[in-house]
């Protein structure tokens, strides 16, 4: 597999932060995402290419001691003074004091500033010698004569890692240090955002929120097909690939490994049903598959809580198409479910968008569906018979799949309005009730080039009209549509403009001065995943 960027502007944005921070503009940032979607590659990219000036600490955090930790942040610490050197490192899990010895010249005052912290680690003073880890940086800058950024890749585990006040040492940190730039990632979304509100972003010291959504699945189906070079069939499957693994890389890439080596096994140069369903299983439905047990990894914190086996059940019914809170209760009861719905989303397991609930994830959700379903209805079942209804859930989701791209993206935008049943979500930062149509009708507008068209659609008293565009709409576009709404009797209450591309920001402007409503390709991901169109 190759390594290939699939967030260029990411990139690019992180790239234009750090030379302002160079310039003497320190704005701090934090990037959350989804785990495998690719936030630490995006941090790799600028610790492995590091702007000239500026000195790099990076330390990724993990589940393990303290202690472990915390010479690993020193050696992260002593590597950044070295600028671009590489440290020559020995066992820093038992003790620096070696590493101390061999860089004592070079970089005098970080060494005399650690050697007291070796003894409180020894100690187990872990508190106490984070805190005198984190005041190194500006000793570290002043030896230096350079500004530095601190990097924390999965930063909420300095939580974990039961270290006493750990957010509120680096909040003073943070508020009080001009010469160090913060850049904080972290998978867990929900948490991130709650500690970044409450605890970190203290009067001077506010980060920018960079969040790493699902890639634009046209890129990343390019992606695959070149991933899937010499594969007979692979360019048909890649939509259908993208679009089931939830346009997330770390997913198709374990797909992919895996397809391309039970194909070199079996020396078969197509991309074939049978070879599908094999990678699927051995991935997803195996109890021994990579997937599975990161979907069982996902939801195990569940377990350690009081109302865990609750929320699991909740998770279950939202997986199979359970949307509002009403329509849970009535599979699984109504005793305690406000309470589990709260663990899944702060688990970042389930969201609620507006007054639906969705599984984000689609592997998660695939698993949910297409095997624990299953064992939990059939707990004797044979695993043979588990493989059977997996692979039968799989060609259920390709078959639905097939059908709907068969059809323009206007035909498949009305089938999802057809689904409409009156319930309230939230799209392009706007909450609205979607009706229950009766009626939708097609047209082409006038004088209108490609395959832009309008959808009328009525119900319930209301009136909708959309304007739908698999390609990109310009202002005249958005001048068109808003003069066909103003023909039309009775007015509209709801003006919608859809597409699957980036809306220009002029006609994006000119759309919400309009009072329309522009629903995107990630606002379409979502009413695909709540009405069940993959």
């Given at each position: 597999m190759t390594e290939t960027n699939l967030r260029p502007e990411v990139t690019d944005h992180l790239r234009r932060r750090l030379e302002a921070f160079r310039e003497g503009f320190q704005h701090n940032l934090a990037m959350i995402g989804?785990?495998?979607?690719?936030?630490?590659?995006?941090?790799?990219?600028?610790?492995?290419?590091p702007p000239?000036?500026?000195?790099?600490?990076?330390c990724a955090l993990y589940r393990e001691s303290c202690g472990s930790f915390l010479r690993r942040f020193l050696a992260a610490v002593l590597q950044a003074g070295l600028q671009g050197d590489r440290l020559p490192l020995t066992s820093v899990h038992q003790s620096l004091e070696p590493l101390l010895r061999q860089l004592e010249d070079r970089l005098p005052k970080t060494v005399a500033a650690i050697r007291p912290i070796e003894g409180l680690l020894t100690k187990r003073l872990f508190g106490d010698a984070f805190g005198r880890a984190l005041d190194?940086?500006?000793?570290?800058?002043?030896?230096?004569?350079?500004?530095?950024?601190?990097i924390l890749d999965e930063f909420l585990f300095l939580e974990e890692l039961g270290l006493a006040h750990a957010f509120h040492e680096l909040g003073k940190r943070v508020m009080t240090w001009p010469h160090t730039l913060f850049i904080l990632a972290s998978s867990s979304c929900h948490r991130a955002r709650m500690i970044l509100r409450e605890r970190l972003q203290l009067l001077f010291g506010q980060f920018e929120l960079v969040t790493l959504d699902a890639i634009d699945p046209a890129i990343l189906t390019t992606w695959v097909q070149r991933e899937l070079k010499g594969v007979r069939g692979a360019r048909a499957v890649s939509p259908f690939l993208t679009q089931w693994m939830g346009s997330y890389p770390?997913?198709?890439?374990?797909?992919?490994?895996?397809?391309?080596?039970?194909?070199?096994?079996?020396?078969?140069?197509?991309?074939?049903e049978v070879l599908f369903l094999q990678t699927a299983w051995d991935l997803l439905g195996s109890p021994e598959g990579m997937l599975r047990q990161w979907c069982v990894s996902k939801t195990e914190g569940l377990t350690r809580s009081r109302l865990g086996a609750r929320a699991v059940e909740a998770l279950m019914q939202i997986a199979n198409g359970a949307r509002t809170t009403t329509e849970i209760g009535k599979r699984i009861g109504r005793a305690g479910l406000p309470e589990a719905l709260q663990l899944l989303v702060e688990h970042d397991l389930a969201k609620r968008n507006g007054m639906c609930w969705v599984v984000t994830d689609p592997i998660l959700r695939c698993w949910l569906s297409g095997v624990l379903s299953a064992q939990r209805s059939e707990p004797g079942f044979p695993?043979?018979?588990?493989?059977?209804?997996?692979?039968?859930?799989?060609?259920?989701?390709?078959?639905?799949?097939?059908?709907t791209h068969q059809l323009s993206f206007s035909e498949q935008v009305v089938g999802l309005f057809a689904k409409f049943a009156?319930?309230?979500?939230?799209?392009?930062?706007?909450?609205?009730?979607?009706?229950?149509?009766q009626t939708i009708r097609t047209q082409r507008p006038e004088s209108a080039a490609g395959t832009e068209a309008y959808l009328v659609a009525g119900g319930a008293g209301k009136h909708w009209c959309a304007s739908v565009q698999e390609g990109p709409l310009d202002e005249n576009a958005i001048g068109r549509f808003d003069a066909f709404c103003r023909r039309q009797t009775p007015k509209p209450s709801r003006k919608v403009v859809i597409t699957k591309s980036m809306l220009d920001q002029n006609a994006r402007l000119l759309a919400k001065a309009a009072n329309m409503w522009v629903w995107g390709s990630d606002d379409l991901s979502t009413l695909m995943g709540l009405y069940g169109q993959i």
């Open positions: 989804p785990p495998g979607s690719g936030k630490t590659f995006q941090l790799q990219l600028v610790v492995n290419h000239p000036h500026l000195l790099l600490i990076y190194l940086i500006p000793i570290l800058t002043a030896e230096c004569g350079r500004p530095c950024v601190l770390w997913y198709l890439t374990v797909f992919l490994k895996r397809f391309r080596e039970l194909a070199a096994l079996g020396k078969q140069p197509d991309f074939t695993t043979a018979a588990h493989r059977q209804q997996f692979e039968r859930y799989l060609r259920e989701l390709w078959t639905h799949w097939m059908h009156d319930e309230t979500v939230s799209l392009d930062s706007k909450t609205g009730r979607l009706p229950k149509f």
